[in-house]
């Protein structure tokens, strides 16, 4: 009776060290890793650069909890597994922020275009306004070749945004647009300068 | 039997107390071991607080040290889980945790000052090149620059704008980059510039002696013209002094001297007005042809065509004149010298045929020209 008893201490103790002992949670790593790949796919550590950074940073967090859980005794996963459902989720919301991103300045650039293209002829009709005597000779050239520079960068521009590359046409139409308005602002004072004469 | 039960018992107990003290020695063993947990944790905040700090930018090597070094860490800190739990070895864990950590932090204090000397210059960068491109919107703008150089101020102005953008978005390497494109753009625009206007003014001795002496024909009382091709502007000398000034046009290649047909440069040298056209005689309301080519420029023509500089086909060109149709407000025509309407009509009534017309690149030095700027 005595022996049967010790065995199923035994026994017990045996389920309890075993039902311990949980299992890597491989699956919710592989997960999570396939989903911070997604979103680097995506773009996110150009278009939303903190957002990808504070993601890859909580991977690197739940895979010490991992190996904090392996090193014990009886190791437990089960922060380890919050912090990866946490990844995996916040890879999902990173992927929505990067394509809202893309987004924005997809449309912003589109309407920047339509702003240089109509400043560009603005200053095209400007031109035709404009002083021609000594001061007019001066800038005249300059401001058509200025003009031509900035038309070029719209066509630029439009290539590299059919391309896909959006941060960098943005950043050149903002250029063109800086450009264009310089432009305008030069003319109108030579016409109001003219005004005045 | 009884025995044997308290044989058993006596085993059970020994046995036990055995188990036991192994177990609790492994306990002990276990936990004194110095985890790694700590390190690593701090090692993967400061690479994070590096990275922030652009790190991986500002300090590139540094920081892919410290992460790779953090990784491999990791990679070894995993490896050594896989070992039976008594003989793990976290001691090059811990070891390369700190080191990742230390280097990570050297990462991020020399991102912040390379960030900080990068800022302070690029905005210096930036004021040089900003006066590098008022220097040739006043002193080349205007000149007839060849089409690459106009191309390649027109191409810095336009990265330098961009190298702007990405200061203000606080992009300092990429605004550098950016910069130093442009930078390359507006040197080769100043330099080609700056050598052609020298290159220009080598013949100025010889202009100013031609203005000299065109203003001190006038004295005697009759009428000089003196055009300043330079300034754009043509007088009329009397006894030494300005009578008139107008604004000129001439053509797109002023900034020669006119050799040949076609290359559309206005010469210089002592001419004279041989006809007087209006009405029906000229398509530029007014006109006053010029006795181009002069003897001088003959001369010249045929030393160059014997040198093979100008080929056997091309003409020396005449038909230089002072003509209407002008104010148009940039250099149009084909080598004539081109005035308002207005100002024709004024030139026509003072002048008659004879008058001399002396053409000079510039009658100020290029000092004076270029208003003492540093080029």
């Given amino acids: 009776m005595k022996s049967k008893l010790v065995l199923a201490i035994v026994a017990l103790g045996g389920v309890v060290l075993f039902s311990s002992c949980q299992k890597v949670p491989q699956a919710e790593i592989d997960a999570a890793t396939a989903a911070i790949q997604e979103v680097k796919d995506a773009g996110a550590d150009q278009y939303v650069p903190e957002v990808y950074q504070a993601l890859v940073d909580s991977m690197k967090a739940a895979n010490e909890k991992v190996e904090a859980a392996k090193q014990k005794w009886f190791p437990s996963y089960t922060k380890a597994k919050a912090t990866l459902a946490y990844v995996s989720q916040a890879a999902v919301d990173a992927k929505a922020k990067t394509e809202a991103r893309k987004v924005e300045l997809k449309n912003e650039t589109t309407q920047l275009i339509g702003e240089v293209k ?42 590299a945004l059919a391309n896909g590359d959006l941060l960098g046409s943005n950043s050149k139409i903002k250029a063109a647009k800086e450009k264009a308005t310089s432009i305008k602002t030069e003319l109108e004072e030579a016409i109001a300068k003219k005004g005045k004469k | 039997m009884g025995l044997n039960k308290k044989k058993f018992k006596w085993i059970s ?51 892919k040290q410290a992460l790779r070094i953090y990784e491999s860490a990791m990679t070894g800190w995993s490896r050594e889980n896989e070992r039976f739990i008594l003989v793990r070895d976290y001691s090059g864990i811990i070891s390369s945790a700190l080191k990742a950590k230390k280097i990570a932090d050297d990462a991020k204090e020399e991102s912040i000052e390379k960030s900080a000397a990068l800022s302070k210059n690029v905005e210096s960068a930036f004021v040089s090149l900003e006066k590098k491109i008022d220097l040739y919107n006043k002193l080349f703008k205007n000149l007839p620059i060849p089409k690459s150089v106009f191309d390649a101020h027109n191409k810095s102005k336009m990265l330098f704008s961009e190298s702007k953008i990405a200061q203000q978005n606080g992009k300092l390497k990429e605004a550098d980059i950016l910069f130093k494109k442009a930078e390359i753009y507006t040197n080769h625009a100043n330099n080609s510039a700056a050598k052609m206007l020298r290159d220009y003014f080598t013949d100025y001795s010889k202009w100013r002696a031609l203005a000299n002496d065109a203003i001190a024909a006038s004295r005697g009382g009759g009428k000089v013209i003196l055009v300043d091709k330079v300034a754009h502007i043509l007088y009329i000398y009397q006894s ?102 207005r100002d024709i009509d004024d030139l026509y009534r003072l002048v008659g045929s004879g008058t001399r017309v002396t053409i000079v690149g510039s009658v100020e030095p290029l000092a004076t020209v270029t208003q003492g700027l540093d080029f």
């Fill in chain 1, 118 to 159: 109509a400043l560009v002829e603005e200053n095209k009709g400007l031109l035709a306004k404009a002083p021609r005597g000594k001061e007019g000779r001066e800038a005249l050239e300059a401001i058509k070749s200025d003009l031509a520079v900035a038309e070029t960068t719209v066509t630029e521009v439009e290539t």
């Fill in chain 2, 13 to 63: 107990i020994i046995l036990l107390s055995f188990v036991f003290i192994v177990i609790t020695v492994c306990v002990i063993i276990v936990s004194q071991k110095k985890l790694p947990n700590d390190d690593l944790k701090n090692a993967r905040e400061a690479l994070s607080e590096a990275k922030e700090a652009e790190a991986d930018v500002y300090s590139e090597t540094k920081y």
């Fill in chain 2, 240 to 341: 030494g002094k300005i009578l008139r000034s107008y604004d000129v046009e001439f053509g797109p290649n002023w900034m020669a001297h006119k050799e040949r047909a076609g290359d559309r440069a206005t010469p210089e040298g002592n001419y004279h007005i041989v006809n007087k056209k209006a009405g029906g005689g000229t398509t530029y309301y007014k006109a006053m042809l010029l006795d181009y080519p002069n003897s001088e420029d003959r001369a010249e023509f045929a030393r160059k065509k014997q040198q093979g500089l100008i080929s056997r086909r091309t003409g020396i060109g005449n038909l230089i004149e002072i003509h209407g149709n002008g104010g148009r407000g940039f250099d149009w025509t084909s080598g004539c010298i081109g005035m308002r309407d």
